[in-house]
């Protein structure tokens, strides 16, 4: 399948890895990096999750690697097609919509732990996540993202 869309672009892929490493001081990776024009074939092969949205009034996803996009069931085009809100409950929005805006005002935050669910009803936790703003190296906010190794289906 061919990855379209704002999110499929090495520029995108740079614009997560580099704020990510700006906000937090570290690296997705410790020890390994993308290679230079090679970063969206890195960040979509990753072994873990990698996700990102955009700042519409109701953003929508506009990256999933390929562990997000089985972990909620969903291809490319209907992940990159997805309100970010519509990856919780309806009863975990509120919750989720708050800690946004924690992330917003903070720039990033580590130790996330909260529910989701898959496109076929699949509920489970995300454990220790990292939610950040997509900062470019002039200060603009290009929406957020989120990463994660463990997850616990409930």
């Given at each position: 399948?061919?990855?379209?869309?704002?999110?499929?672009?090495?520029?995108?892929?740079?614009?997560?890895?580099?704020?990510?490493?700006?906000?937090?001081?570290?690296?997705?990776?410790?020890g390994?990096?993308?290679v230079?024009?090679?970063?969206?074939?890195?960040?979509?092969?990753?072994?873990?999750?990698?996700?990102?949205?955009?700042?519409?009034?109701?953003?929508?996803?506009?990256?999933?690697?390929?562990?997000?996009?089985?972990?909620?069931?969903?291809?490319?085009?209907?992940?990159?097609?997805?309100?970010?809100?519509?990856?919780?409950?309806?009863?975990?929005?509120g919750?989720?919509?708050?800690?946004?805006?924690?992330?917003d005002?903070?720039?990033f935050?580590?130790?996330?732990?909260?529910?989701?669910?898959?496109?076929?009803?699949?509920?489970?936790?995300?454990?220790?996540?990292?939610?950040?703003?997509?900062?470019?190296?002039?200060?603009?906010?290009?929406?957020?993202?989120?990463?994660?190794?463990?997850?616990?289906?409930?």
């Amino acid at each position: 399948m061919k990855l379209t869309g704002i999110g499929a672009t090495n520029e995108h892929a740079r614009l997560i890895i580099e704020s990510y490493e700006r906000l937090t001081g570290k690296k997705l990776i410790e020890g390994e990096e993308a290679v230079p024009g090679k970063e969206l074939e890195w960040l979509y092969q990753l072994p873990f999750v990698v996700l990102s949205h955009g700042r519409e009034p109701d953003p929508v996803l506009n990256f999933g690697n390929l562990t997000a996009q089985k972990l909620w069931e969903m291809d490319w085009a209907t992940f990159t097609d997805t309100p970010s809100r519509l990856t919780a409950e309806p009863m975990e929005r509120g919750e989720r919509d708050r800690f946004l805006r924690i992330v917003d005002e903070q720039g990033f935050v580590d130790n996330y732990t909260g529910i989701r669910i898959s496109s076929t009803g699949i509920r489970f936790y995300i454990v220790n996540a990292t939610v950040w703003n997509l900062i470019d190296e002039n200060g603009n906010n290009h929406g957020q993202a989120a990463t994660f190794q463990e997850h616990k289906y409930i």
